[in-house]
């Protein structure tokens, strides 16, 4: 039996105060994927947002984006006022103007925490999250001195008390949470700066190498990520205590975690920390299976699924082979013309997660757009010699191409559904400006969506595909 879920992260979700979040549109939008029949709610890291707004740049691997904070649930406690909020009440414009929400979200949470009598919830939070919360608390208050530490608890114990409760109501109408967590952490952030044993350091502290990609026909000097990389051996000596601690608290959050970067467990590129290109990294080993070995024994049998996008060698394969994790196929990256890729359908296990796209990706139809004549006569020819019920809409033919396939669980971004162009991409890698800021509109997800969702997932969802 085929799974199916949509793709949508908290911020895109509809609110009435300029992001998504774990507001009464966040319950109605688990109400829709449960009556569009889907199983899965995959969404992007829920922690501290950094640089370009990015949720992959997080300066905490344990604390959350207050950013999503319901307002109105903080005037249900009688933390705030319909009168103190309403003059941060806007209608949804369809982008997120992260400037105006970081400036009201602080002012608004500031007069909560003024508010807030601690209570036995709160006491029992403090008590299990002792381990990473005190350290953050006061890596907050060296960032911003006007506050004190309470309140950066306060912020926590509200953003992960909404989340549960969010998460929990999901589950109940059997919806799981697929959560997402980056390999790297941030150069500035907490476990850099309090944990430098964690890192491959020089003597005075400073991180010795950096993250990235070599140089490719892509980018002609590589990528340099500036996040620092881990000190594996010492972190093997220590059975990987710090790595462990930060996947018990994922999953806590999320039902299903997915591994950004696991070819990084396989092995890494480091790069020197003053290079300012990548052409003097090096490929590093990393754990490999001792990782994943301790993390079963250490947390038991877990729901993974492997990041494994990219240039794939033979070690990596079996990596994923030997975790038994379920990898990833993308079918925008299968229709070079002709090409003999391994993300064309044919060649998927039943092991696998299937996406149109990811949130990396153009949506469907901006990604057709931009197809070479040759591309679109071979993703033409594909899609002669499949067994889908031709839609005539490129997004719809795609989708039900995905959920045609041997792949066990399909996720589809939710602008794919929609048929929505190139304005609603969520990320342009390597660019800044106008990422990560996309929401759908309340009236969008409306009877007509949720019944084309349904539709095509029950018409596919017993699918068992022959191999050729």
């Known amino acids: 039996m085929k799974a199916s879920g949509i793709l949508l992260p908290v911020f895109s979700l509809p609110s009435s105060y300029g992001i998504g979040c774990f507001s009464k549109e966040a319950y109605e939008f688990v109400d829709f994927l449960a009556e569009a029949g889907q199983k899965y709610w995959q969404i992007l890291p829920l922690g501290t947002i950094g640089a370009g707004n990015s949720p992959y740049l997080s300066f905490s691997s344990h604390a959350g984006s207050t950013l999503y904070i319901d307002l109105e649930q903080l005037v249900e406690e009688r933390l705030l006022t ?3 909020i309403a003059p941060y009440k806007e209608e949804n414009n369809g982008k997120v103007d992260y400037e105006n929400v970081h400036k009201s979200r602080r002012f608004l949470l500031r007069k ?3 508010r807030f009598q601690p209570d036995e919830g709160y006491e029992k939070f403090m008590e ?8 953050y608390s006061s890596y907050m208050k060296k960032q911003k001195p006007e506050c004190e530490e309470g309140y950066f608890r306060f912020g926590q114990y509200m953003f992960l008390k909404q989340w549960l409760k969010l998460k929990s109501y999901a589950n109940e109408k059997g919806i799981q949470i697929i959560g997402d967590l980056p390999f790297y952490v941030a150069l500035e952030g907490t476990a850099f700066t309090n944990h430098k044993e964690l890192f491959k350091v020089t003597e005075d502290g400073k991180a010795a190498v950096v993250g990235g990609c070599p140089p490719d026909a892509f980018a002609k000097d590589g990528q340099v990520w500036s996040n620092p990389v881990y000190d594996w051996e010492y972190h093997k000596k220590t059975g990987y205590r710090w790595w462990m601690k930060r996947l018990k608290h994922n999953f806590l959050l ?3 975690l997915r591994l950004d970067h696991f070819r990084g467990f396989d092995e890494y590129f480091e790069i020197p920390a003053e290079d300012e290109t990548a052409v003097n990294g090096k490929w590093t080993k990393g754990p490999g299976y001792d990782f994943f070995e301790t993390m079963k024994a250490t947390l038991g049998d877990k729901k993974v699924i492997a990041e494994d996008l990219g240039f794939l060698t033979d070690s990596v394969n079996k990596l994923l082979a030997d975790t038994g994790y379920p990898g990833m196929k993308v079918l925008e990256f299968a229709f070079g013309a002709w090409d003999d890729s391994i993300y064309l359908p044919h060649k998927y296990a039943e092991n696998c997660i ?7 990706n153009d949506t469907v139809e901006g ?3 931009t197809l070479s004549e040759d591309d679109k006569k071979f993703l033409e020819h594909y899609l002669s010699h499949s067994t889908i019920e031709r839609t005539g809409k490129v997004h719809l033919d795609l989708i039900s191409l995905a959920l045609e396939s041997k792949g066990d669980t399909v996720i589809i971004p939710l602008q794919d559904y929609m048929g929505l162009g190139s304005e609603a991409r969520i990320n342009t890698p390597s660019t800044v400006g106008s990422n990560w800021e ?5 009236e969008q997800l409306d009877e007509n969506l949720c019944q084309v969702i349904r539709t095509l997932t029950q018409k596919y969802r017993n699918n068992t595909q022959k191999d050729d």
């Open 367 to 369: 990604w057709y757009s």
């Open 128 to 135: 299990q999250h002792k381990n990473w919360l005190s350290e």
């Open 82 to 84: 319909e009168e103190e």
């Open 112 to 114: 909560a925490y003024t």
């Open 254 to 256: 999320y039902d299903v």
């Open 354 to 360: 299937v996406y149109t796209g990811t949130h990396d």
């Open 438 to 442: 996309w929401r759908v509109k309340e």
